[in-house]
């Protein structure tokens, strides 16, 4: 395993929408293992492909992550406590996600490891159900509640190429493009009111 890595805003790479997975191959598992490796050592809960510089639709989540409560993954599961192979104690891999349904709306602190040090509040679903694909090809469905639920949108967000500034009120992408002149040198990007 090796530490890739993490692109960092404004690189155009975060907003190249990724291509679907279709080769389940050896390729892609030593791709997911890299990922989660860098995630871990960057202390995120979460990192998707296009964030190291892969345009693919590939998501690792840390559910140990101490941040996570691991009871706010649901499985729609016959046969309870085995696990699909995409779910393990503590990765959830998802390969080609999509949310399939979606309840409440919820205010909450975010952050991207593709925008160090900047945080600010994003109203995200509360509640999501998955479809999503394993290592192996194999789809699998699950709920994810909460913070979980939000790492989910945040990560499927970076696969189509969408940050969560873009979430950001009128108001607040000013605050965002300040934030840049003082902590990126004035990089900013030009969908972001410039
Ligand atoms: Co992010």
């Not at 779910?87 to 080609?96: D, F, G, P, T, Y």
């Not at 509040?121 to 999501?128: A, P, Q």
């Not at 002149?181 to 972001?192: P, V």
Request: proline share 6%.
């Amino acid at each position: 395993m090796s530490l890739l890595e993490i692109k960092i805003f404004p690189d155009p790479i975060l907003r190249v929408p990724s291509a679907p997975v279709t080769q389940f191959d050896h390729g892609l598992h030593e791709l997911l293992d890299n990922m989660f490796e860098t995630m871990q050592h960057a202390e995120g809960i979460g990192l998707a492909a296009p964030q190291v510089g892969v345009s693919k639709r590939v998501v690792v989540i840390d559910i140990s992550h101490e941040d996570l409560n691991p009871e706010n993954v649901r499985l729609p599961s016959e046969e309870p406590g085995i696990l699909p192979y995409g779910i393990s104690e503590k990765r959830l891999e998802l390969i080609n996600p999509e949310i399939i349904k979606e309840e409440l709306t919820i205010s909450s602190d975010e952050g991207c490891l593709s925008i160090p040090d900047f945080r600010e509040t994003i109203k995200r679903k509360g509640k999501v159900s998955v479809r999503s694909q394993d290592r192996n090809g194999k789809v699998f469905e699950f709920e994810a509640s909460e913070l979980l639920a939000r790492c989910v949108q945040h990560e499927i967000d970076h696969i189509d190429g969408i940050l969560f500034i873009d979430h950001l009120s009128r108001l607040k992408k000013h605050l965002f493009n300040r934030w840049c002149d003082k902590n990126l040198n004035g990089a900013r990007e030009e969908r972001l009111g410039n």
